[in-house]
């Protein structure tokens, strides 16, 4: 069995690095998706990632990700 990985990129909430998710797609054009992380120090520092599993009838299965700041509590959802 292969796996592919694809890199999928956004810039990051303070516009300096970059937002990454990883996907892997098997033989069977199966879908995994990996929680995106920060290529950006300050990012980093700044933000949890968190992420919101939906299930909701009859769409498909989706989640949501968050930056959460770790000062306030703030929530942002990524676009990615
Ligand atoms: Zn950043």
Known sequence: MSWDTTKRTKPC??????????TRMD???RIEENTP???CEEC?????IESKFFNPK??????IYYAVDKVTGE???LDI
Do not use: I, M, S
């Open 13 to 22: 909430l303070c516009g300096k690095g970059k937002l990454v998710q990883e």
């Open 58 to 63: 009859p769409a498909h299965e989706y989640t």
């Open 27 to 29: 033989d069977w054009n």
């Open 44 to 48: 980093r520092n700044k933000y949890n």
């Open 75 to 77: 929530k942002k959802q």
């Open 37 to 39: 992380y920060f290529e």
